[in-house]
Every structure is written in structure tokens, then in C-alpha cells.
């Protein structure tokens, strides 16, 4: 057995180069053409893209600094409805109309406002573009608080998940919106617009430019490698496209740009996942893409030797290419940048010491609104057939969406007995996929040997005191295994924390090969109940309750839609909602699936599912940090409704300890 705290991540990267293996360029510009619809539909689904009407820009200008040969002014302008983005728009001196090119951050503490951002922006403005620099959605001045620095990854970003929009998407959005914004300005020439950005602000630029054909030249920096490198090290979640592996590798997406101009720029001291080896993987076929289409001149790639960064020789081989493909002058070359002199971060704030408008609406605080309106959508019918006709949709749904097209039947049963186990079978493995051991242990401490009735124990921390109070207070006996399920406990990757996200990398890494965690998590316990009845340790025609500690509370409400031998749940202290105005706390965000409000709707929505046919009860152990029990009651009551509207038999029962 290999080491588990290493098998997950085995299994991620095994996985995805198998997908990757099916994806190759077409060979003629019709095939193109197909495969790059199939793409592009696919990237906006997958990033969800916010299909909103376009609101009014309702642009503000907040400040104005004269310099040496070009003018910066501080400006605002609404993206969507009630949201506004800030900005810094330097114009060179002269009437134009110039040349116009985006420029967005990547992880710098300064964001816009950084001095690494600034010096593109006037080396722009000197050489005759107007450049906008922009704060990203949740960064900058947009961020929670109004200092700079604030990270928008983690759990911010995280609220966004199951709303089916993501952070990605937004920004890809926003950024759509600027290049409006920049076209409505009477000195910039409307058909000449480009996009650059380095690091995260790489990504934005790769993103936008496949999507926003109206970005003439496309230039990201210390961004691109290839999606393959992105497994084992951990990424922002403004970096991760769902499901890009599953119909893609990232020279697709690159492609996307063609026949429009394509700069990739490199450091040769980067991280793998931007490293010159993994980027000239993609921009292999890229450029064969570009070939392909006759335009094979259109993409270049630089690279630099230094770190992560968007240095002088950086910016001046992008001020070449800028200048080849929105000026119509030169060959690409690089140009030597003028003198340029930055500010300090402060001064070029549109909102300074704490003049921020009110009504801010932060990445929590516009997820909230998604996701309300999104389960709005959702509400059980009134009517008895409809509302069965309704379920079966949903739980087909549900499925659909966790089914990632592993055939059972050919997997094995066998076990591997544990140390303490030999000839008791006390504690056993099995092998759930393929290299990925699911380990179980028999709680021989708590069962009743005698009892019929078989417990599964989960937890996504060690939880096993929650457990045993809790059993304490159960008055029926049972069998209890613990299951130990893929990236969890001893198996759980090395360095899988990021701030308030416990299980931020394994969450990404199976999101990218369209496998969400909580996926593999209810197909881990399907198997861990064939495992039990092949070594008949259960009866063949016998069921399974769930007792699950914490956030895994997800996973039995899950498993308990969809895995007929599930026949209850006793949940405790699980989470009630996923809908949050603020930032999730610590927890393991691999309870949440993607889009889950507009595949099923939120927790009670998916507890009710399970309410025609089988019991659930949410039990929470101490008052320390517990829910209102009123707010709980008033969060579930879809759940109840469907119990009220079948007259089900089955129970939805709220508890706390001693109840």
C-alpha cells in the first residue's frame, strides 16, 4: 500500500493525464471551429459566467494627478447592478484617439494600486496607450475591509461555489465590462483594446482573452504552464476553472484567442504550475493551433530569466507586442521603456482614508445574493404529484452531476486486514478506485455484537468523541464502523490547509478533473457498503445508517439521497446552510459542490429529498458555538415541507444534547 497521505494526489494526476491524453489539435480550420465552440461553451459554463443584462456603467471620476506626460485619473463604474469596480486610468497627454490596453493585477498586496502594476501603466501611458488599471472583485479596494491587502482566495471565494458563479467568472466579467467602459471614452480608439496582467492577473488576462474577442492582443505573464501542473500545489480560487480537465488542457483555452495576437511571457525561476518547461507544453500546440490556421506569427513566447514578477524586460516586450497588433507598427520586437516613476500605493486610491461608499457590496456579501436568488428558484411544490415529480428530477439531477462514470462491477471487493485485525477483521482496507484505499475500522468498544443494525461512522476531522457522546445517547444498539474516507484523517494530503480552508488543495485538484470531492466521498461510502456485504459483514439485503460529525454531515445528507442501502442519518453538529453574507469559517471545503443551488438547492433542499422514504436527524452537542434552534427550524423548513406535503412517515427531527 503506498503511502496514503500521498494516494489522493497519485490518483488526481493518473486521472488527469488520462484525459489529457484525448485532447489534440484539429488538423484543419473547419475542425477548429467546432472543437472551439465546444470549448468556449464549455469555459463559460464551467467559470459560470454571470448571465446578467448589462447595467449601466454610470461612470465617476474621483480624482485627478497631472504628470509628467500623462494625466491619472481615479475612477469607479458599476459592472453589475449595485456592483462597482475602482480604477486608475492613465491617458497620455494629447487628444488621441490612442490605443487602449487593460491592465490587471495578479496577488500583489497593492493590487491597482501596487507599484509593479503602476510601472506597466506608465510605461504605457508614455509610449501613447491609455492604460486602465482595475482591483479585482474581493482585492484592493474591494475587499472586505477597506485596508490594502486582503487575500480573496480561501473562504471568501468559497461562498461563491455553490451559487454556480466563480470568482473567475466574475472577474472575467468585470473585465468585459472595463473593455466597455474603455470603449465608451471619446479618446480611445474602440477597436484597438489589449489585456495583460501577471500571476492571478495572468489568468484574468488568459481568461478574457479567449472569451472577449474585442482584446485585440493578449499578452498574460508568469501565468500559463498547463492545468496538469496545477496538481499538487496549491492555487488561488480565482485560478481554478471547474472541470477543465474534462474537456480541455489549457493550450484550448489559449486557442481560443487565435487568430488574435498571443504573447505568453515566462520567468525562468517560477513556480511548476508557471514554469517555461509546463508552458511550452501548452504553447506546443497552441502554436500548432496557430499554424493551422495560417497566422503561426501571431504567438510568441518570452521568457525571461528571473522570478515571479512583471520586471522591465517583461513590460517591454510586451510594449512591443502591444504596439505590432493595436498600433500597426513594428514587428513585435521589444521596446525600451521610457522613465517612469511610481507613487506611493495610497495616493492613488479612489477611496482614502476610509471614504469607501456604505453600500460596498463585498464577494460574501454578492454571493449571498446569488444564492438567494438562485434557491428562490428552488421552493418544494405544494401539490402531492408534483412535488414526487420534483424530487425524482432533482435526485436525477443530483446524481448526474456526482457521477463520474466508474464501473463498480469491475473493482474488487478484497480486503487488507490491519495490524490489529488478523483473523478478527477489527480494521481492514479495500482499494475503492483503483491505487485509493478506503480504511475501516469495527468499534468494537461501542457495538453490540448481536445487533442486526450497521452504523457508518464519518467525520472529515477526528471527531471520535462527538461520536461517542452522541451514541451515548442513542438508545438503540448497532455495529459501528468507522470509515476513513479518500484525503481525510492519515491520508490526508501534506500541506491541505490555506488559511480557513481545510482541504484547499484536494478540493481544486478534483474540481479540475471534474470530480468534486464530495463526489468521491458518497461514491467511497457506496463502495464501502458492497465491501461490507461481500465480506458479509452484513446481511445482502440489509441497509445502513450514517452517523456523521461536523461538516461531513454534507456527505450522509448526500449519501442519503442517493444510495438506496442508506436508510437514516443522525447528523451532528452539521451545517445547516451554505448561504452566507460573510466568509465560510474553518471547515473542509470539500463539502461544497459547484452550483449545488441550481442543481438541488441548499442543505434542507437536500434533505428532502431523502424525506419520502428515510429518516434524518440533526443533533447539536454543546451550546458552545451551536445554532439558534429557531434559526435552524425556520433554515429547514423546505425539508419539512416535503414531509407535510407527502405525509411522510419519516422524520426531519431537530435535537440538541440530552434530548
Known amino acids: 500500500m503506498a503511502e496514503l497521505d500521498k494516494q489522493y494526489l497519485a490518483y488526481i494526476k493518473n486521472t488527469a493525464a488520462k484525459l489529457a491524453s484525448g485532447y489534440s489539435v484539429p488538423s484543419t480550420p473547419r475542425k477548429w471551429k467546432a472543437l472551439r465552440e465546444t470549448i468556449r461553451s464549455r469555459v463559460i459554463e464551467s467559470i459560470g459566467l454571470p448571465q446578467v443584462d448589462r447595467c449601466e456603467l454610470l461612470p465617476r471620476d474621483l480624482g485627478v494627478i497631472e504628470a509628467d506626460g500623462y494625466t491619472l485619473t ?43 502594476v503602476q510601472a506597466r501603466c506608465i510605461g504605457l501611458a508614455k509610449l501613447g496607450f491609455v492604460a486602465l488599471s482595475v482591483d479585482a472583485f474581493g482585492a484592493g479596494e474591494r475587499g472586505i475591509d477597506t485596508p490594502l491587502g486582503e487575500y480573496h482566495g480561501e473562504m471568501v471565494a468559497a461562498t461563491l461555489l455553490p451559487t454556480g458563479t466563480t470568482l473567475p467568472g466574475i472577474q472575467v466579467y468585470e473585465n468585459i465590462r472595463a473593455a466597455d467602459y474603455l470603449q465608451s471614452l471619446p479618446f480611445v480608439q474602440s477597436e484597438n483594446l489589449g489585456i495583460t496582467g501577471t500571476s492571478g492577473g495572468g489568468n484574468q488576462t488568459m481568461y478574457a482573452g479567449a472569451l472577449e474577442e474585442r482584446f485585440k492582443c493578449v499578452v498574460p505573464v508568469c501565468s500559463v504552464g498547463n492545468y496538469q501542473a496545477y496538481l499538487g500545489v496549491a492555487c488561488c480560487m480565482c485560478e481554478l476553472m471547474p472541470d ?32 517555461v518547461a509546463e508552458a511550452k507544453k501548452s504553447l506546443a500546440s497552441t502554436g500548432e493551433l496557430y499554424d493551422v490556421l495560417n497566422v503561426a506569427g501571431n504567438v510568441r513566447h518570452v521568457v525571461v530569466d528571473s522570478g515571479h514578477d512583471y520586471n522591465q524586460p ?13 498600433k ?40 449571498e445574493q446569488l444564492a438567494k436568488y438562485a434557491i428562490g428558484r428552488q421552493e418544494f411544490d405544494d401539490h402531492e404529484m408534483a412535488l414526487r415529480t420534483d424530487l425524482n428530477t432533482r435526485t436525477k439531477q443530483l446524481a448526474d452531476e456526482l457521477d463520474y462514470g466508474v464501473n463498480t462491477a469491475a473493482l474488487s471487493n478484497e480486503i487488507k486486514l490491519g495490524i490489529d485485525s488478523v483473523g478478527t477483521k ?22 453490540d455484537e448481536k ?32 470509515v476513513q474516507l479518500r484525503a481525510t484523517g492519515s491520508a490526508f494530503p501534506r500541506g491541505d490547509v490555506i488559511s480557513r480552508a481545510v482541504g484547499h488543495n484536494s478540493f481544486q485538484w478534483g474540481a479540475l478533473i471534474g470530480r468534486p470531492l464530495l463526489a468521491q466521498w458518497v461514491f467511497d461510502l457506496r463502495r464501502t457498503i458492497e465491501v461490507l456485504k461481500a465480506q458479509d459483514l452484513i446481511g445482502k439485503e440489509s441497509g445502513v445508517s450514517i452517523l456523521s460529525t461536523g461538516e461531513a454531515g454534507v456527505i450522509a445528507f448526500t449519501a442519503n439521497a442517493l444510495i438506496k442501502d442508506v436508510q437514516g442519518v443522525v447528523a451532528i453538529d452539521a451545517p445547516y446552510t451554505l448561504v452566507r453574507g460573510t466568509p465560510y469559517e474553518k ?49 429547514l423548513k423546505p425539508a419539512l415541507k416535503v414531509k407535510e406535503v407527502l405525509k411522510s412517515l419519516n422524520d426531519v427531527l431537530l435535537l440538541t444534547q440530552g434530548e
Open 74 to 116: 481615479k475612477v469607479s463604474f458599476q459592472t453589475i447592478a449595485g456592483v462597482w469596480m475602482t480604477g486608475n486610468l492613465y491617458k497620455p497627454d494629447g487628444e488621441g484617439p490612442f490605443a487602449a490596453v487593460l491592465c490587471v493585477h495578479g496577488h500583489w498586496k497593492g493590487a491597482k494600486q501596487d507599484p509593479v
Open 244 to 275: 477543465a480537465l474534462a474537456f480541455t488542457e489549457e493550450w484550448g483555452v489559449l486557442g481560443l484567442t487565435a487568430p488574435r495576437g498571443l504573447m505568453v511571457i515566462n520567468a525562468t525561476r517560477d513556480g511548476i504550475q508557471f514554469s
Open 314 to 326: 517583461m513590460r517591454e516586450a510586451m510594449y512591443g507586442w502591444m504596439t505590432r497588433f493595436l
Open 328 to 367: 500597426g507598427e513594428g514587428d513585435g520586437s521589444p521596446i525600451a521603456e521610457p522613465e517612469i516613476e511610481t507613487r506611493a500605493p495610497e495616493s492613488v486610491r479612489c477611496y482614502p482614508n476610509g471614504t469607501r461608499p456604505k453600500d460596498h457590496v463585498t464577494v460574501p456579501m454578492f454571493a
Open 426 to 447: 477489527l480494521s481492514f482496507s479495500f482499494e475503492s478506485e483503483p491505487g485509493l484505499d478506503v480504511v475501516v475500522r469495527y468499534r468494537e468498544d461501542i457495538s
Open 451 to 482: 445487533s442486526e443494525a450497521v452504523v457508518l461512522l464519518i467525520s472529515l476531522v477526528d471527531r471520535k468523541e462527538g461520536h461517542d457522546k452522541a451514541i451515548a445517547d442513542i438508545p438503540d444498539k448497532a455495529r459501528y464502523y468507522e
Open 587 to 635: 471547515s473542509h471545503v470539500g463539502v461544497i459542490l459547484p452550483n449545488m443551488f441550481n442543481i438541488v438547492g441548499d442543505i434542507p433542499h437536500l434533505i428532502g429529498i431523502s424525506v419520502q422514504d428515510k429518516d434524518t436527524v440533526l443533533l447539536y452537542t454543546s451550546d458552545d458555538g451551536n445554532p439558534n434552534a429557531d434559526e435552524v427550524s425556520e433554515a
